[in-house]
């Protein structure tokens, strides 16, 4: 018994490292309604601390195909240093997010995130 109650407190702790993605770095998104009914402004953007966002290069977006421009990049500057990028929309669905580092012997870090609007 002892045995089983140790297996289940580190189970969900492996869970929550493994959601971080191995840097650290997960999406997030904020959302507001727009002036037209059932629309709302929306922003993507990389969740992390200050050290694990200045090593990424780059961050290049899938959304939804409906968008007239589905594959965004979105470059490292001073004035986004979170890497966001936002649209105005009605439905959720999940974006899709290569991130790209500096250093190029660091392999890309794939990540999916559902967009809430509420």
Same mark, same amino acid.
Request: charged share 20%; aromatic share 12%.
């Given at each position: 018994? !002892? ?5 289940? !407190?580190?189970?969900?702790? @492996? ?6 993605? #191995? ?7 904020? #959302? #507001? #309604? ?18 694990? @966002? ?40 999940? !974006? ?23």
């Amino acid at each position: 018994m !002892i045995v089983m109650k140790r297996f289940f !407190i580190i189970l969900p702790l @492996l869970l929550v490292v493994v959601s971080l993605g #191995a840097q650290g770095i997960r999406l997030n998104n904020t #959302a #507001a #309604a727009a002036k037209s009914k059932g629309y709302y402004n929306w922003k993507v953007f990389l969740d992390a601390d200050a050290r694990n @966002l200045a090593s990424v290069d780059r961050v290049e977006y899938l959304l939804h195909p409906t968008f007239p421009n589905p594959q965004v990049t979105v470059q490292s500057n001073r004035t986004n240093p979170t890497f966001s990028y936002g649209a105005t929309g009605w439905g959720e669905f999940e !974006i899709k997010a290569r991130v790209v580092f500096r250093d190029r012997n660091k392999k890309p870090l794939l990540l999916n995130y559902w967009l809430k609007l509420r």
